[in-house]
């Protein structure tokens, strides 16, 4: 595989873990734009346990993300009292919050970024991400997949058939915030590199539309967003600077005449019906 | 010297203001967080810049840029939030986002990505005050943000074209059989934030005298900060959020290091969204937003 092909891939898987780390949220109707910061968590805290402590990768890497997911879990309760745009707003604000401690912290190396000793080969990532997805797909045949999606449709209905609304969605938002930990951790052993500024609201804002694009419906739509959002703008490398002009374009007349995303669960439907027919 | 940063503070919060005033207006009445308006605010900039580098003089590239402005307000308006509605509320973020991107990188084709210098309109024109120093350019500007969100607020409370939209932000449904326009009105309210965000933008040209395709994003996202910390949906609640942001940033960027920005700024946001989520000058939200 060329070096080129290989670069592209990695940042595919990365991208698609980001976006089951927003997804999981989204699922049950909350919009993380932190989504960064959390990542930054996993990522600093386990090139901190690798570097200092000599942990191992494997063992490294879960801990960053568990830290995360506690990050998440901690913060999510009282985050989570308010609701929509309000939501949105607090999980970008803590997002840029946590970029900005880590850009602080002098024992990470502050401003001037922090080498990690540690390196997760490309298939390393490939398989962390295939695991990532596997995970998702099992996730969503369970009970807890469920209550999301019903959480999401109506929270007041949810709440009336015994559903813990509020306990849903505490889990939902620090799930996300592990698996986005995870993704973060391995970044930083992937590049064996971390830096603040990586972490930032673009990122944020950036894994959003991914997961937005591909469809929130079904379980599929965050891997299709990722896919389509990073091998497109590579594809059209040949018009060079026009490329991302052109993207976008095609994102705004995209939105404008499909809103429910690419992938749908009617979209499902009718494969398995044409399947059927067959 | 606090005296001095506080006024330095207090013309940043002008800026911050409009932005925040910008963003108001689309969320408080039509309940769209409509995020190419950082980026109408840099075409503000940009664009009197470029006008002003081909030969226009300052007033009418500045009239050039807000009349681009407005004018990309209503495809947003057309591609972004028209047909969305009734459908998820997080899609219209989606599309509006894919027009900052779209504008960020018209700019970076026409001038590049470097930042470019902003020619100085009023150089060295600085009224001494004791020992403070407050600059001309930066004090129009303070007094145009001012006088631009009274008129605003005075429109919206006292004349039949601001009761119509304050009828639509109220209820939708209600303002559609009370006979109001709002295929009409919807466009307006768009066209009047774009003008906002790009005076905005051409006001920090003017006082920061630096300009860059980027330029957008650093304010538009301090301006949402100000709006929520001023309660959203209220027009003095976003200068009093745009003075308080303003103030806070640079503020920290002089006593405690400018690495810290971000950490005083959106910590005060995050504390305002736990502590007190309607912000400092809202009403107790009634409904859903978003």
Redesign the interface.
């Known amino acids: 595989m060329s070096g080129y092909l290989t670069g592209v891939l990695v940042v595919l898987a990365f991208n698609v873990i980001a976006a089951y780390a927003v997804y999981l949220p989204l699922a049950a109707g909350q919009l993380n734009l932190g989504i960064a910061g959390f990542m930054a968590i996993g990522a600093y805290a386990s090139a901190f346990l690798t570097n200092e402590y000599m942990w191992p990768m494997w063992a490294a890497i879960p801990l960053g993300a568990g830290l995360a997911g506690l990050v998440g879990l901690l913060i999510g309760v009282p985050v989570l009292r308010t609701h929509g745009i309000y939501l949105a707003m607090a999980t970008f604000a803590l997002g840029q919050v946590i970029s900005a401690v880590f850009l602080n912290l002098e024992v990470v190396g502050g401003a001037a970024g922090y080498p990690v000793t540690d390196y997760a080969g490309p298939y390393v990532v490939y398989a962390a991400a295939a695991g990532v997805v596997v995970l998702m797909l099992l996730v969503s045949r369970t009970r807890f997949a469920l209550c999301l999606t019903a959480v999401k449709s109506d929270a007041t209905v949810a709440d009336l058939l015994g559903v813990s609304v509020r306990g849903m969605k505490v889990a939902a938002f620090a799930l996300g915030a592990a698996v986005a930990g995870f993704g973060g951790g391995l970044y930083a052993h992937h590049y064996s590199f971390v830096e603040a500024q990586h972490f930032n609201v673009l990122l944020s804002v950036f894994t959003v539309l991914y997961v937005l694009f591909g469809g929130t419906q079904t379980v599929w739509g965050p891997l299709v967003g990722a896919a389509f959002f990073t091998l497109v703008p590579e594809l059209l490398r040949a018009s060079d600077q026009w490329r991302y002009a052109l993207f976008a374009v095609f994102i705004i007349l995209f939105m404008a005449v499909r809103p429910q995303g690419l992938v749908t669960s009617s979209l499902f439907r009718l494969f398995r019906r044409k399947a059927e027919a067959a | 010297m606090l005296a001095q940063q506080i006024v330095n503070g207090l013309m940043l919060g002008a800026i911050y203001m409009l932005v925040a005033v910008a963003f108001t207006l689309a ?1 408080g009445v039509l309940n769209f ?1 409509n ?1 190419s308006l950082p980026g109408l605010f840099m075409v503000g900039g940009m664009l009197a810049f470029g006008l002003m580098k081909a030969g226009w003089p300052f007033l009418i590239a500045a009239a050039g840029a807000l009349a681009a402005a407005a004018f990309v307000s209503l495809l947003v308006e057309r ?2 939030y028209r ?2 509605q009734g ?5 219209p ?3 509006s ?3 900052l ?2 504008l960020e ?2 700019m ?2 026409q001038y590049g990505s470097d930042q470019q210098a902003f020619p100085a309109l009023l150089p060295d024109l600085n009224i001494r005050l004791g020992g403070l120093v407050i600059g001309i350019a930066q004090l129009i500007s303070l007094a145009l943000s001012l006088g631009l969100v009274t008129f605003l607020s005075w429109y919206l409370s006292s004349t039949a074209g601001g009761r119509r939209i304050r009828t639509v932000a109220e209820n939708r449904e209600t303002a559609l059989l009370m006979g109001i326009d709002i295929s009409r009105l919807v466009p307006q309210l768009f066209i009047a934030s774009a003008l906002l965000a790009a005076l905005a933008g051409i006001l920090f040209a003017v006082n920061y005298q630096q300009v860059s395709p980027f330029m957008g ?1 650093g304010v538009g ?1 301090k301006g ?2 100000a709006m ?1 910390v001023g309660g ?1 949906g209220s027009i003095w609640g976003a200068v009093l959020g745009g003075l308080v942001i303003g103030l806070a940033e640079v503020l920290s960027i002089s006593f405690i290091g400018a ?5 005083s ?3 005060l ?2 504390l305002i ?2 502590v007190r ?1 309607q912000g400092l000058m809202g009403r107790a ?1 009634s409904r ?3």
């Open positions: 969320i967080l995020f591609f972004a047909p969305m459908g998820d509320p997080e899609v973020l989606v599309s986002l894919g027009f991107v779209l990188n018209l970076l084709i994003e996202f949402v900060a929520i959203m690495d810290v920005v971000n950490i700024v959106y910590g946001l995050l969204l736990i989520p939200a859903e937003k978003l």
